[in-house]
């Protein structure tokens, strides 16, 4: 499945669930994401500029990507598992293209989420950028 195909799944979710069932939705997601190891919720991985303390590590290659995340509060750690399953095994270049506000916008989250949280997952997306450029 492509990332705009995967991006469409969730938006067609989204499409159905108004208002707090959005964010149970997220905390349900949170649930199933597995997060990371503790040795893994270091500094390197640390995302500043979140609200809440947010982890996320990249692993793979260029041309085979792993991010997983992991977050204090669940609604983030629920954005950060959606974000993964949308993008894990896809290119380096792919995830590259995104852009950060585009894409909550485009999963139909972009009037639900508060600018904080926002703010937050644009952090979270510009770090794993950053850690790509480093595969």
Known sequence: MTIEEKIEEYADT?????GLDKMEYLVDLAKKAPGLPPEERNEAN???GC????WVSVRGTPEDVVIQG???ALIVKGMLYM???TVNHHTRDEILALDEQHLLESYGLGGSITNKRMNGFAS???KIKNQLQKL
Request: proline letters at 0%.
């Open 14 to 18: 989204f499409s159905f669930l108004e």
């Open 46 to 48: 640390r995302v500043t």
């Open 51 to 54: 609200a809440s303390e947010t």
């Open 70 to 72: 992991d977050s204090e």
């Open 83 to 85: 974000l993964s399953d």
């Open 124 to 126: 979270a997306l510009l």
